[in-house]
């Protein structure tokens, strides 16, 4: 389930049109799964368990984001 609002805009995630789901969607996993080369910059926070991603191992944090991209789908943002 999804606890916090978006970790890259803050908005809350039914409050994205399409495209800028997919935006912040596709930064999200590439910031996640490279949390090191990231997080120092921006850190973010995850919106499924409210950790910071850099304190994720690789298949937690693996798992988070698959949790996430399948609770964004059941949002059915048009
Ligand atoms: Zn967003
Ligand atoms: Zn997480």
Redesign the pocket.
């Known amino acids: 389930m999804i606890k916090t609002p978006?970790p890259?805009?803050n908005?809350q995630m039914a409050e994205?049109n399409k495209s800028?789901i997919e935006k912040?969607l596709w930064r999200f996993v590439r910031e996640a799964k490279n949390p090191v080369a990231y997080a120092s910059i921006n850190p973010i926070k995850c919106p499924e368990c409210e950790k910071q991603m850099l304190d994720h191992t690789v298949p937690e944090a693996n798992e988070c984001v698959n949790q996430f991209i399948a609770d964004v789908e059941d949002l059915e943002i048009t």
Request: hydrophobic fraction near 15%; include cysteine.
């Open positions: 978006c890259l805009c908005k994205h800028q912040c």
